[in-house]
């Protein structure tokens, strides 16, 4: 902007310098002229008074008297202050007041003499020789009635016009050189005032190409730079509703991204990828960073997915397949690849869905495997029931003792059977979490006991020690129905699976909070001295049928459906449980529970 306010200022310098300086010039040489002017009709009128005077020179002219027209010369020179010459009709000079007239030229053709020759009076200005000056020449003719006789010249030097002229071009100079300065001063002045808004929209319109949106141009100016300021101000204010918009639109769908559970992948025309959202991340076990503009084909992708991208931009269709990851873990997912096209057709890319349906997968198996369990459980009884009632049907009802064993056999079934399809319906209800807890406080010393005095007669059969330990003064809020149904399937199986003349204990503790906002914890641990688990059962220990002794649990009365409940009211108590054991040593159930449920 300096640069187009110098350039500005100069030009305005410069046409005010050619103004006033062709003026300047004008005026000079019009005075130079007219001074000239003036001074050729001064000296006309004195040589025509001169000859007004003398009349006798006519008779003279024609004598050629030089020594008349010698002292006349002179005697006029004194009173006119000029060089005086008497020149014949044929250009001889009579006579002069400076020169001899014999050393002198013939002035026939002088441009004042031919000029007078014709037109009565002749003028010539001239560097002459004689003087050496420039000088300034008026000659009239004059006349013996209409002959010519001669002519009658005056000259005057012109240094005195030339120091006028000088000193006049000096003044003008000098004036041109303050009125350069004042123009100077002034054109920066107007310059400065004109650029100065361009200056400040400019600047307004840098910063908004740096996405500050918020700078504006303060102008007074009503003229066209007002209305262009006016303009950048609207347009700022536009880009700004657009941005916010945009930046709104684009927090929305980052965060719409960011927190979907589907992993989305976005890759360009070129093949690069250049989005990738949280939930892909961990899909794929990379950061955004290590993948954003690399190829598809070079980013480590398991094979297949290669091969679909690859189909996907061949085919340019949509491709649905499922297939299975095993780097960080294993897992299936359901890959959606969808092209992306403009309204012409031009291939702009694809968009990769990744839905992680590793535990659907694994729920239509649990579930499968869940009916097949079921299944397998019901057959055994139901068979059992069927082959005694068909037995007794046969003619073996007529045998009271037989009859009775077996109808003994059948309600034993029927009892399994009934305890079964309660448990599941009960392990339906908790997996659905449609059994609302009404938690209250619980005194833990007294549930306890209450709890062990209940379960006492069956310890009793097997000869079972039953051991509680827990302070007095402990409490904890819990759903007191089904904290008890947690203790008594885990007092059962402790019973069932402990030989005769064994021991179980029931140990309480409370667990400080280790950080602050951490929710101090109860510790209710039940162990027994039974037979133990494996090791490599432990980890299944929870799943639903799941049976160590297959054989044992059926003859105790177990479904296979105890733990898992137990478990999972457990989790809905937002607590945990763990199983510690050693074959042939007992086992040791570990629960962790909230003191206050929040």
Known sequence: MNKFRTRLALLFIVLIGCSVLSAGVFVAFLLERSYLNALQDSMKREIQITLATLPESVQQYERGNSEFFTERAQYLKRYANARVTFIAADGTVLGDSDLDPKQMDNHSTREEIREAAVNEAGYSKRYSDSTGGNMLYVAMAVRNGSDLAGYLRLSMGLEDIETTVRHLWLGLLGGLLVVFVIAGLISYRVAYQMTRPIEKITRVARQITKMNYKSRVYLRNRDEIGELGQAINTMADSLQQQMHRILENESQLSGVLDNMVSGVVMVD?????????????????????????????????????????????ERGEHIRDEIMFYFPEERILEVNLVPMKAVEDEW????????????????????????????????????????????????????????????QIIYDESERLNRLIGDILELSKVESKRIPLQFSPVHLSSFVGKTLDMMRSSADKKEIELEMKVDEELYMEADEDRLRQIMFNLLSNGINYTPDGGKVKIEVEEVPA?????????????????????????????????????????????????????????????????????????????????????
Not at 286 to 305: C, Q, R, T
Not at 530 to 542: H, S
Not at 559 to 572: A, Q, R
């Open 269 to 313: 025309e070129e093949g690069r990828i250049v989005l990738l959202n949280r939930s892909a991340e961990d899909i794929l076990g990379f950061v955004s960073k290590d993948l954003i503009g690399k190829k598809y084909d070079s980013a480590k992708h398991p094979y297949e997915l290669v091969q679909m991208i690859k189909e996907c931009i």
């Open 348 to 407: 702009l890319g694809l968009v990769i869905v990744l839905h992680d349906i590793t535990a659907i997968r694994r729920l239509e198996k649990v579930r499968s495997e869940f009916v097949a369990n079921v299944s397998h459980e019901l057959k055994t009884p139901i068979a059992a029931v069927k082959g005694f009632a068909e037995t007794l049907l046969a003619g073996a009802m007529n045998d009271a003792e037989t009859a009775k064993s077996f109808l």
């Open 514 to 598: 280790e950080g602050e906002g951490e929710v101090e914890k109860i510790r209710i641990v039940i162990s027994d001295t039974g037979i133990g688990i494996p090791k490599k059962d432990l980890p299944r220990i929870f799943e639903r049928f799941y049976r160590v002794d297959k054989a044992r649990s059926r003859s105790s009365g177990g479904t296979g459906l105890g733990l898992s409940i137990v478990k999972h009211l457990v989790e809905l108590h937002k607590g945990t449980i763990r199983v510690e054991s050693e074959l042939g040593l007992g086992s040791r159930f570990i629960l962790e529970l909230p003191v206050i449920q929040s």
